[in-house]
């Protein structure tokens, strides 16, 4: 069969030093039917999928699109231990709707607003250390604390933990980069290939989480992780594996996604300020400036699936086995959905919706309500303290070819006069 090729290898995490290419994934989309994308090294070839009709129809087609049969990142797992990996995001319907009852009501609009006091005191702290000395990293000061503390704080990670969380979270994106790895990190014996994102990492979070699981029965508390040990669903309870596994994806997903989103949003306040003051003098466009700020920075570039038949996506038949990648950071940016959409408007209509929270279906993600809400909270902040912000060196993008994160943003901050 002929096919396709991509014009740039998409799985090279070299291609996304300076954030998203955006010229490839615009020929990605011009490309008729799906690109086939060439294998290299121990990765095989896949379907990239990067205009947004199609991303959606991949994602809500569970049965057809597994995220089971393989994994979620492109790169390819030995079969054996693919079980061993894998976490509620890597499973399909019915076990994974099975889990996501369990734990789904701390995430409900309701509980998350509930939230609210607590994250506007971390946020205002947050920008107190900053404002306080005038510069400094916006993301080591402002876009890296907050929301793992927020997700701590719901879990009920003591605060002496935070630090090491984040630690922990940076070193399993540091598993989708060909950065070499101390295999023996947090106390780390088992083999990479058993470990989500091949990382160390991925073993210190599991015994921390069953260590805290052990804990929260002997002593239970106020928390969420009380909760998860000792909820019911049709009387069943998670697992000790289970619970351990939904800790990991917990402090990954609710953090490094969040962070990505707002050290972005500290390149949109200072290159686009007068959208800003748009939002200071209109507080009801608070809602799509965050959405604005989700599409654009769009945290997690790809999810894999894994075809579990024949079928066909945009007139490309695809075969049972193959893999087919979603490229979030393509879709976000698709011409025939957003105008003008290298454009940052915070105006722009909520629908149609952006896809960086997975493109709809069974995988949607569980902290999106808890995501904006934080999002949101520092853009009001920031405006209500009439914060400018200026940019001091150039962004250092995370080496990933999975995350869109920024390692380190030198900003300057001043209160305005205007």
């Known amino acids: ?20 290419p955006q010229d490839v994934f615009a020929d990605l989309r011009r490309q008729p039917g799906l690109a086939w994308n060439q294998g290299s090294g121990e990765t095989t070839g896949f379907w990239s999928v990067g205009r947004m009709a199609d991303l959606v129809a991949v994602s809500r087609d569970p049965v057809t699109f597994s995220s089971e049969l393989g994994h979620i990142q492109i ?5 054996d231990v693919r079980a061993k990996r894998a976490s509620m995001i890597d499973l399909d319907p019915p076990i994974h709707t099975h889990l996501r009852r369990l734990v789904s009501a701390a995430f409900t609009p309701r509980h998350v607003n509930s ?63 060909d950065r070499e790895l101390d295999p023996t ?36 508390g106020d928390d969420l992780l009380t909760k998860l040990a000792t909820v019911e669903v049709d009387g ?14 917990m402090i990954f997903a609710g953090n490094e996604t969040t962070r990505s989103s707002m050290a972005h949003l500290a ?27 989700i599409r654009y920075s769009s945290p997690i570039l790809y999810f894999r699936r894994t075809a579990a038949r024949d079928a066909e996506i945009a007139g490309t038949p695809i075969a049972a086995g193959d893999k087919v990648v979603m490229w979030y950071a393509s879709a976000n940016f698709d011409e025939t959905v957003f105008s003008t959409p290298l454009e940052f408007r915070v105006d722009r209509p909520r629908l149609p919706a952006h896809s960086a929270f997975g493109g709809g279906g069974v995988h949607f993600c569980l902290g999106a309500s808890l995501a904006r809400l934080e999002l949101a909270i520092l853009i009001e902040e920031v405006l209500r303290r009439r914060l ?31």
């Not at 790169?75 to 079969?79: G, L, R, V």
């Open 1 to 20: 069969m002929n096919r396709q090729l991509t014009s740039t290898d998409l799985a090279n995490p070299d291609l996304y030093d300076h954030g998203i």
């Open 75 to 79: 790169y390819d797992i030995d079969e």
């Open 115 to 177: 939230y609210e006091s607590a994250i506007r005191d971390r946020v205002n702290a947050q920008l107190d250390d900053l404002t306080s000395v005038g510069s400094g990293d916006w993301v080591k000061t402002v876009a890296a604390p907050i929301p793992i503390g927020v997700i701590c704080d719901i879990l009920g990670v003591p605060a002496g933990d935070h630090d090491l969380m984040i630690e922990m979270s940076d070193y399993l994106v540091a598993g989708t980069s």
């Open 185 to 220: 990190a947090y106390g780390n014996t088992t083999p990479l290939r058993e470990l989500p994102f091949n990382s160390p990492a991925a073993f210190g979070l599991f015994d921390y989480a069953c260590r805290a699981r052990e804990r929260c029965l002997a002593h239970p």
């Open 236 to 249: 069943e309870r998670f697992s000790a594996t289970d619970f351990a596994r939904f800790f990991q994806l």
């Open 267 to 293: 390149l949109h306040l200072a290159t686009e300020p007068d959208q800003f003051a748009r939002v200071a003098a209109s507080p009801g466009l608070i809602e799509t400036a965050v959405e604005e700020v």
């Open 388 to 418: 400018r912000i200026e940019l001091l060196d150039e962004p250092i993008f995370v080496r990933s070819n999975f995350v869109n994160g920024i390692e380190h943003l030198r900003v300057r901050v001043t209160a305005s006069d205007d």
